[in-house]
């Protein structure tokens, strides 16, 4: 059974950090894009990081760049991403996603974790 399992959410200040973990099992992620979205209420789900478990390829969102880092762990079967300066419109519930494409598209992944919620105060 293939599971993605987020953690390291919460509430934070304003200017504060948080690391969210990805933990991936069940089957190979090699050939895979692991991507972080998030969602704040009423608004669309969307792509902020991604990341190739076999390379170094990175994605960006202009809203998260320069603040944010993806990252993985291949021993660990694991995706981060290190988010730091947060603001308070960074509050959303956040989502790591496996899929075979670097894509923006939600239809792309195949696999969803439950999400985490990340709360930033002002």
């Known amino acids: 059974q293939v599971q993605l399992v987020e953690s390291g959410g919460g509430l934070v200040q304003a200017g504060g950090s948080l690391r969210l973990s990805c933990a991936a099992s069940?089957?190979?992620?090699?050939?895979?894009?692991m991507g972080w979205f998030r969602q704040a209420p009423g608004k669309e789900r969307k792509l902020i990081a991604g990341i190739r478990w076999s390379g170094l390829s990175t994605y960006y969102a202009d809203s998260v760049k320069g603040r944010f880092t993806i990252s993985r762990d291949n021993d660990k079967n694991t995706v981060f991403l290190q988010m730091n300066s947060l603001k308070p419109e960074d509050t959303a519930l956040y989502y790591c996603a496996a899929g075979t494409v670097l894509s923006a598209n939600t239809y792309d992944y195949d696999y969803w974790g439950q999400g985490t919620q990340v709360t930033v105060s002002s």
């Open positions: 069940g089957r190979t992620f090699s050939t895979y894009y």
